[in-house]
């Protein structure tokens, strides 16, 4: 049996950047973190031929074409198994729909899974290499690279997307005491909202492709603040990074209609009141996790109970997509 993990991710500035649509004209700029939270894909060869799978449907087919899961279907079909024989097996420890980077995590560690199955090592830059092949270029899914290369990477880390399509990985250069504070600071909680990503990373596509104005201005500051972002925290300045997350969620809002709703607003001033200098939707928005700074964390942490919403604590990871088990 081959058990494989990929850790879901936080974006602490320059969100939206790593889309192709943008960086292939412009650039593109964020710091992700990944953190100890995972999904999980087992592999092992079963008893009879044939393609056997476990995720939220259960599929039982003898080709690989005939799968549903589109991207299970489109990584075996990389491998050409000339006789499929093999039992693929999901779990996560928070589901999709999140705004963690479930989709990205998921494909990596499929991906890592089945190069540990036949024996084959894979480097975590082509491991994200591939997982963005299959979903953005096979699959066609409105998508950036981020959620994929941080997976594989793992860490606090700085992604440069360059306009022919590469991508520069370097840590991020904060002080271990920095990296507590983050630790200790940045509080995640659920909203009770998922959505699917797509639906809002396709009109900021489709917005960015035409060349719209207002949608190129967005993500030229965005990055910008992506930038700053990274100056303040390897300055160990984290009281600017907080303040810096609240310009950050003002012009998210401002980059599409479904990024927020009333009741995550509530929530969101009900946090700046309460012990947070800053925050904002992890991912795409529309739902998912809410990313505040905590100057003040007990009466943070009050205030959302009190308001229904859960809390999901964490720390980093550091090690990035790997096999926990062969």
Not at 30 to 59: C, D, H, M, Q, W
Not at 184 to 202: E, P, S, V
Request: glycine share 10%; proline share 3%; charged share 25%.
């Amino acid at each position: 049996m081959i058990i494989a993990r990929s850790p879901l991710r936080i974006t602490l500035g320059g969100g939206g950047t790593d889309l192709p649509s943008y960086y292939r004209n412009h650039e593109g700029f964020l710091i992700a973190a990944a953190i100890n939270k995972y999904v999980y894909v087992t592999v092992i060869r079963p008893f009879k031929e044939g393609i056997y799978l476990k995720y939220s449907e259960l599929e039982q087919v003898l080709s690989v074409e005939d799968i549903k899961h589109r991207i299970i279907r489109e990584a075996l079909l990389m491998q050409k198994l000339q006789t499929p024989q093999i039992e693929i097996t999901t779990l996560a420890d928070i589901p999709a729909g999140t705004g963690l980077g479930s989709s990205g995590s998921f494909t990596t560690a499929l991906l890592e899974a089945l190069y540990a199955h036949r024996r084959w090592l894979i480097h975590p830059r082509e491991l994200a290499e591939l997982a963005c092949h299959i979903e953005i270029d096979r699959l066609g899914e409105p998508v950036g690279k981020q959620d994929q290369y941080i997976a594989a990477y793992g860490g606090l880390t700085c992604f440069t997307f360059h306009k022919d399509d590469t991508v520069t990985a370097v840590p991020l250069k904060a002080s271990v005491d920095t990296v507590y504070d983050l630790e200790d600071n940045i509080l995640l909680f659920f909203t009770g909202y998922t959505r699917k990503a797509g639906t809002i990373l396709k009109d900021q596509n489709t917005r960015t492709n035409s060349c719209d104005d207002k949608m190129l201005e967005n993500l030229h500051f965005v990055k910008e603040l992506g930038i700053r972002c990274k100056n303040a925290l390897e300055d160990g300045d984290t009281i600017k990074f907080g303040e810096l997350l609240h310009e950050h969620w003002e012009h998210k809002k401002a980059r599409s209609g479904g990024m927020s709703n009333p009741k995550i607003d509530e929530w969101y001033n009900l946090g700046i009141k309460n012990g947070s200098i800053g925050g904002k939707l992890v991912g795409a928005g529309g739902g998912g996790f809410l990313m505040f700074y905590a100057t003040d964390r007990n009466k943070l942490r009050h205030a959302m109970r009190k308001a229904g919403l859960e809390e999901v604590r964490f720390s980093y990871d550091f090690e990035g997509t790997k096999v926990v088990l062969s």
